[in-house]
């Protein structure tokens, strides 16, 4: 794909002392995540060195980065030749004419909205999606249901659903502990609700983001889960970061931990969460304030 608006909404911002900066998107990141573990292979292709584009690239773990002022063909061979493709096996995702080369040559030319109209008339495919506003993402899954990889793509998003049954049942194992696997995929800013049989909400777990390890384990920050009795809120658990073991359904925190349940809080430091129990550990610092119950009063 291209970068500049593609991967960007096509604007470049410079800080007053000339350094440039660019705006990514996170659904565009996620797609990117979710091709490569499908195991497709991604790389980006722009006429304009840019730092920025080299980081992001970095980030992503993208292995196919092409920044250069020349033909954009020319390093469409470079890749054939570096990777052993052919021009069948390319999806190419372009806006502006220096594109067309490209797209032209592809299998699958696809365009976003906010390309001129050379560029649109070249494609297969023009994107709903504006470019930096999650088009790549749309490419993406468009490709993998295709492929029909999807469902195996996102169950391992599906299997984040024992997250909500934290305190269900489960095997007489050490507790989780922090990773240090190599990530495998990311959920950024997730809410998941659980209902009984009658639709009725249970509880909500949530978070800013969850980074998906090698080894099952899932890293989240800003864990929050909302328990629920007649749709209102009865006890909320947060924590700025916890890592959950899906496979023996445990989890543990080494940081503040926050409790609220009626007239009750309690925090404290690090914690351990036993699935089959339906108990949290505190470790250390914990304190409990009662608040006046109307009753006392």
């Not at 240090?180 to 209902?195: L, Q, S």
């Amino acid at each position: 794909m291209d970068v500049d608006g593609v991967l960007t909404d096509g604007k470049l911002h410079f800080t007053s002392d000339g350094r440039e900066f660019k705006t990514f998107h996170v659904l565009d990141g996620h797609g990117i995540a979710m091709a490569q573990r499908a195991g497709l292979l991604v790389g980006f292709i722009s006429g304009r060195p840019s730092e920025a584009t080299a980081r992001r690239a970095a980030d992503l773990g993208v292995r196919i980065l092409k920044q250069a002022a020349t033909n954009k063909a020319e390093l469409l061979q470079d890749v054939q030749r570096e990777h052993g493709l052919a021009t069948e096996d390319i999806a190419f995702i372009g806006d502006e004419l220096v594109d067309l080369p490209v797209l032209r040559r592809v299998g699958l030319a696809v365009a976003v909205p906010n390309a001129v109209p050379e560029v649109k008339a070249a494609a297969h495919y023009v994107t709903r999606q504006a470019g930096g506003a999650g088009a790549v993402r749309e490419v993406v899954e468009m490709i993998l249901k295709a492929r029909g990889d999807w469902k195996k793509v996102i169950a391992k998003y599906l299997t984040l659903l024992p997250l909500l049954l934290l305190f269900g049942c489960g095997r007489e194992t050490p507790p989780a502990s922090p990773s240090t696997n190599e990530a495998v995929g990311y959920i950024e800013k997730f809410e998941f609700p659980d209902r009984d049989e009658h639709g009725r909400l249970l509880r909500k777990v949530s978070g800013d983001r969850a980074r998906m390890e090698a080894d099952g384990k899932l890293d989240i920050e800003n864990a929050r889960v909302e328990f629920y009795s007649s749709n209102k809120v009865t006890m909320v658990f947060t924590t700025p970061r916890c890592w959950l073991d899906r496979a023996h359904n445990r989890a543990m925190t080494d940081a503040p931990v926050h409790i609220e349940r009626d007239n009750i809080t309690i925090t404290g430091i690090g914690g351990e969460w036993d699935g089959e129990k339906s108990t949290l550990t505190i470790r250390s610092n914990m304190q409990m304030v009662l608040r006046q119950a109307n009753w006392l009063k």
